[in-house]
T-cell receptor, first 116, second 114 residues
Framework: AQSVTQPDIHITVSEGASLELRCNYSYGATPYLFWYVQSPGQGLQLLLK??????LVQGIKGFEAEFKRSQSSFNLRKPSVHWSDAAEYFC??????????????FGKGTHLIIQP | DGGITQSPKYLFRKEGQNVTLSCEQNLNHDAMYWYRQDPGQGLRLIYY???????QKGDIAEGYSVSREKKESFPLTVTSAQKNPTAFYLCASRATGTPRGTQYFGPGTRLLVL
């Protein structure tokens, strides 16, 4: 069965510093990978996705992620964080769920704290 | 504007009571999903539906029920059999026809037990 691991429950970064959030997946076939962001009490917003092709994917809000098949990883990066980036970040892998439907398996999330 | 709406934003349930959470989308998506979110647990799939009048259980369906009578609507009922219903509930939809299409999420409903 597919799974997603986000090793860091909390990460604290100073405003203006660079950011990398880690994501490792387990999936038998070619994965489809997503990063979502969630502000407190809100739904999830898609940051970026990888389906195929270029392994470096650009997303919204200045985020990017790199797919590394050899490491089963899809880490999220941003060169300079802003206080508004403080949120919960979820990595997800697209997978076939029951009945042949397409679904998502989520990691447990990483809570990003921005220090002034 | 196209999107997904969920209502109410907050919902209170008394012991032994069934409550229904609304999810509506005007994206013309075929597939719809319900997730439960608990602190530190990520999102767990409750039910999903690929087409009207058809739905499937997800990983944690016990104590929940759904219906899909219209393409744009996928209400979730939290029954009295769900002993620990306090959570944040998220509805999502996805266009079918393309493999592994993106799921788009509504703003969520927070359910609290009185």
């Amino acid at each position: 069965a597919q799974s997603v691991t986000q090793p860091d429950i909390h990460i604290t970064v100073s405003e203006g510093a660079s950011l990398e959030l880690r994501c490792n997946y387990s999936y038998g076939a070619t994965p489809y990978l997503f990063w979502y962001v969630q502000s407190p009490g809100q739904g999830l917003q898609l940051l970026l996705k990888y389906f195929s092709g270029d392994t470096l994917v650009q997303g919204i809000k200045g985020f990017e992620a790199e797919f590394k098949r050899s490491q089963s990883s899809f880490n999220l990066r941003k060169p300079s964080v802003h206080w508004s980036d403080a949120a919960e970040y979820f990595c997800a892998v697209g997978a076939i769920i029951g009945g042949g439907a397409d679904g998502l398996t989520f990691g447990k999330g990483t809570h990003l704290i921005i220090q002034p | 504007d196209g999107g997904i709406t969920q209502s109410p934003k907050y919902l209170f349930r008394k012991e032994g009571q069934n409550v229904t959470l609304s999810c509506e989308q005007n994206l013309n998506h075929d597939a719809m999903y319900w997730y439960r979110q608990d602190p530190g647990q990520g999102l767990r799939l409750i039910y999903y539906s690929q087409i009207v009048n058809d739905f499937q259980k997800g990983d944690i369906a016990e104590g929940y029920s759904v219906s899909r009578e219209k393409k744009e609507s996928f209400p979730l009922t939290v029954t009295s059999a769900q002993k620990n219903p306090t959570a944040f509930y998220l509805c999502a939809s996805r266009a079918t026809g393309t493999p592994r299409g993106t799921q788009y999420f509504g703003p969520g409903t927070r359910l609290l037990v009185l």
